[in-house]
DNA sequence: AGGATTACTTGCAGATCGCAAGTAGTGCAG
DNA sequence: CTGCACTACTTGCGATCTGCAAGTAATCCT
């Protein structure tokens, strides 16, 4: 995803996802501000799967380019960024959801336990329910954990 | 994606999905396979984005360790290597047709010509039965293009 | 005033990428 | 059965990007 100028290869629409989300953490990033609550860089770095901060700070700022997630000052600590993710970037919902399920159906079903199970299910059946929860959170700020780390 | 060695860094089903798929060009491969019937290297290749051969060998190669993609020689030219989707690949349907929704409504809007938008509205108003096509063709090797190439 | 906290930057070695060229095995026309 | 074309790669190389460690700037906290 980096070594792009803003050229879109081809005028395929996966391809110009990919051109902003087509990397090892963009996703990853967009999943901590979705269904975790984090966001401030501190906690996206202490994340889990240990991103560089140079790396992260370039993401953050690619991503807020193309307009996936905006920032603003924390109005009480001004050392404090608020990362949040924006319209276009809480549509990016289903991808993240149907990115999990294949997931966990095929690369990490070991790791499912129990309380993973029962959320897997619940998606599957109630995929708009969920959905619609996802965006309900974002809109009112909710900042409570959506899911549980998975062990991460 | 490259530079793992097989180490998945967190518990988290989208950290292990992006193991595989995070990067520029295996989801773009992927669509190849299941909606334009690509189904040969040479075809890959001249897919529209530019891909590298040497990047094109190496990501086929990860697609089939992961289980993604399987290939086999053609019994009537020797020369040439078919590859498909496997059953874990197929399975990356809703995956892709959410991507594709996603980049066709906030990346690439303008590109979207009126056949587009019909099928744009095919699928976001029939989700299911698409996806049941999109398998259904798996099955049956059917290689005819799903999906117009949207100039790419 | 001094130390901690937060969000980054910087420097650098090593990995990865894109490009161009080369190679191996096979098919096919003459 | 020879020679050329075709398909699927592999190799070499310079440019870019990555991960790691360290450093910096602004701000709070005591």
Same mark, same amino acid.
């Not at 879109?8 to 996966?14: A, I, M």
């Not at 991103?51 to 700022?61: P, S």
């Not at 790791?111 to 059946?125: C, E, H, L, T």
């Given at each position: 995803?980096?070594?792009?100028?803003?050229?879109?290869?081809?005028?395929?629409?996966?391809?110009?996802?990919?051109d902003?989300?087509?990397?090892? !953490?963009?996703?990853?990033?967009?999943?901590?501000?979705?269904?975790?609550?984090? &966001?401030?860089?501190? @906690?996206?770095? /202490?994340? /889990?799967?240990?991103?560089?901060?140079?790396?992260?700070?370039?993401? $953050?700022? &690619?991503?807020?380019?193309?307009?996936?997630?905006?920032?603003?000052?924390?109005?009480?600590?001004? &050392?404090?960024?608020?990362? =949040?993710?924006t319209?276009?970037?809480?549509?990016?919902?289903?991808?993240? $959801? @149907?990115?999990?399920?294949?997931?966990? &159906?095929? @690369?990490?079903?070991?790791?499912?336990?129990?309380? #993973? *199970?029962?959320? #897997?299910? #619940? #998606?599957?059946?109630?995929?708009?329910?969920?959905?619609?929860?996802?965006? *309900? =959170? !974002? @809109?009112e700020?909710d900042?409570?954990?959506?899911?549980? *780390?998975?062990?991460?």
């Amino acid at each position: 995803m980096p070594g792009l100028k803003g050229k879109h290869r081809s005028g395929c629409p996966v391809g110009a996802a990919l051109d902003v989300l087509g990397d090892r !953490w963009s996703m990853l990033i967009i999943r901590d501000l979705m269904v975790r609550g984090y &966001r401030t860089f501190k @906690e996206f770095q /202490g994340s /889990g799967e240990g991103i560089a901060t140079n790396i992260l700070a370039d993401r $953050l700022q &690619r991503l807020e380019t193309a307009g996936i997630v905006s920032s603003e000052k924390d109005p009480e600590d001004a &050392r404090r960024v608020f990362y =949040r993710l924006t319209e276009k970037g809480i549509d990016l919902a289903p991808v993240l $959801l @149907e990115l999990l399920m294949w997931g966990a &159906r095929h @690369e990490a079903p070991k790791s499912a336990g129990p309380v #993973m *199970k029962q959320m #897997m299910a #619940m #998606m599957a059946k109630d995929r708009v329910g969920f959905l619609a929860e996802v965006r *309900k =959170r !974002w @809109e009112e700020r909710d900042l409570t954990p959506l899911i549980p *780390k998975f062990g991460g």
